[in-house]
């Protein structure tokens, strides 16, 4: 089945709304993995995206580098250290504190601005035990498990590597084409039918981003959006999205829903800036700022 995500859609699939009296709890607990030394604003930009989106509480988890900083420039936010490889990949193995935050998040987002595929992919392996009743979505290199050449003991099958319980993963064309080893370019001409098939080779459901972005769950439901403009091409729009996806899942929207409801926002808030400041030029950062009256608006 495969539907436009379209105004009429949202408003007839409307996201959990708190109560005037709900707390902070209510409205779901953000876990963010992300970052790196050299690029820690990405989880800036996911962490505002995800309070944008109505989340109550964060926690952030990045290298020790620069975890200060980051707890400087989101206040908001309990921020966790993790130690680093050479290569600048985040490490898990001994962080217990960030066991037990997965254990308590609504949500979990792990992935962007992070180094080191190999370290990227033994951190997600490591706590996916630990996510098991929190919504799971894998962005940017926290995708690298899924990848055909996997190096974190996933040997035994890695080509055709498999969840067994709801994730969500973001890739656009050429994240899709590395880890798959398709054409890029076939992915793009096809991209329903590369949504469809790498959601039923994972077992997850899969947002294929692109001028035509393709949402594709495992049970054979589809979605598909057109919308945006160009100015969304930028660097950290991605995060911005996959930040928005997570608050909205925090706050008790599935992962489908709330990747059909971020995707649109993402892009009318795109097409909110390019009308205040012409449709290239805006930056990513701004997007986030753009949400809340979306949402007030449907």
């Known amino acids: ?27 779901g607990h953000v876990l963010i993995v992300a970052g790196s030394r050299e690029m820690p604003g990405a989880v800036l ?18 290298a020790a580098s620069v975890a200060a900083h980051i707890g400087t420039a989101v206040p908001e936010a309990r921020v966790i250290s993790l130690q680093e490889t050479h290569d600048g ?18 949500a979990v987002l792990i992935g962007p601005g992070m180094q080191d595929d190999a ?27 899924v990848g055909r050449d996997a190096e974190c003991g996933t040997e035994d099958a890695p080509y055709g590597f498999r969840f067994d319980r709801p994730v969500l993963l973001t890739p656009h064309a050429g ?9 890029k370019q076939d992915i793009q001409a096809q991209p329903e039918a590369a949504a469809r098939l790498a959601a039923q080779r994972w077992q997850a459901t ?32 991605g995060d911005v999205l996959a930040g928005i996806i997570t608050g909205l899942a925090a706050r008790g929207a599935t992962l489908e829903q709330a990747a059909a409801w971020g995707i649109a926002l993402h892009a009318l808030a ?29």
Request: with cysteine; hydrophobic share 45%; charged share 20%.
């Open 206 to 237: 899969v947002a294929l981003k692109g001028a035509i972005t393709m949402l594709a769950a495992a049970d054979g439901q589809q979605w598909r959006h057109e919308g945006g403009n160009a100015g969304l091409a930028i660097s950290g729009s």
């Open 270 to 298: 795109g097409e909110q800036l390019a009308l205040k400041h012409g449709p290239l030029g805006y930056l990513a950062r701004e997007l986030s700022n753009e949400v809340p009256a979306l949402l007030r608006a449907f």
């Open 175 to 183: 994240e899709l084409a590395r880890l798959t080893g398709a054409d």
């Open 45 to 62: 930009l996911a962490a505002s995206a995800a309070l944008r989106a109505g989340a109550g509480k964060l926690t952030i988890a990045t």
């Open 1 to 27: 089945m495969n539907q436009d995500i379209t105004p009429q859609l949202l408003r007839e699939w409307p996201l959990p709304m708190p109560g005037a009296d709900a707390d902070k709890e209510v409205r």
């Open 89 to 106: 990949g985040l490490l898990a193995e001994d962080a217990s504190g960030l066991h037990q935050a997965c254990q308590q998040a609504s």
């Open 119 to 145: 370290a990227c992919c033994q951190l997600v392996r490591t706590l996916l035990p630990h996510c098991v009743d929190s919504h799971l979505i894998l962005d940017a290199a926290g995708m690298s498990l």
